[in-house]
Structures are given as C-alpha cells and as structure tokens.
C-alpha cells in the first residue's frame, strides 16, 4: 500500500518558482514528521526541510529564505514551496513521513526539479 505520493517537479528557470505536494494516508498523515529530502547527481540524499506535528519546521542553510514548508492537515497534503531557484537546486527530490509509534520511515517515489540557468 503506497503511503506518500510526490508530484510538482518540473524545469524551470534559474529564479523560477515550483511548489511540490507530498500526499499522505490521512492515518500516517496526522501523527508523522515529515520532511522533503533530495539527491543531486553523485551526491547523498540531504534534508532540505522538515515539520513537526506541531508546526515547527526547520530548513537547509542553503534553502532558508527560499523555501517554504506546510501541511495541510484537512487534505492529508504536505507542501513544498520553491522560490528564486537555482541550478544548485536541481536533484530529485523526496518526501519522506516518520512514523513515531512504529519508527517507520516511508518514502515517496522521488519527483525530479531541474532548475536551468
């Protein structure tokens, strides 16, 4: 059973804007931390952003000011919002929600965002 869906990648341009949805099981959705994580060509997965249940959210120094974090707790839906990319930006990005009962990380299948400069 798939627990969490990304979708919003895409190309844009250097200074462009994108915005990824992560779509949850309501269950997983309403007691998980989540995160958006992703991975560059030849790199490790890194964090970019993540929140707590109680709306606490913590950024990558190189995406504060830029992105932007939320969920939508009525639609089981977590946000990613991008702007002012750059071509550092680009790797395949992924959301991943922790569930603390169980200690299960679940992944999203990855969407991939390449930002041309």
């Known amino acids: 059973q798939v627990q969490v869906v990304e979708s919003g990648g895409g190309l844009v341009q250097a200074g462009g804007s994108l915005r990824l949805s992560c779509a949850a099981t309501?269950?997983?959705?309403?007691?998980?931390?989540m995160g958006w994580y992703r991975q560059a060509p030849g790199k490790e997965r890194e964090l970019v952003a993540e929140m707590q249940r109680g709306g606490s959210a913590n950024y990558a120094d190189s995406v504060k000011g830029r992105f932007t974090i939320s969920r939508d707790y009525g639609k089981a839906i977590m946000y990613l919002q991008m702007n002012n990319l750059e071509p550092e930006d680009t790797a395949v990005y992924y959301c991943q929600a922790h569930n603390p009962i169980t200690r299960v990380n679940y992944w999203g299948q990855g969407t991939q965002v390449t930002v041309s400069s």
């Open positions: 309501e269950i997983l959705f309403r007691i998980a931390s």
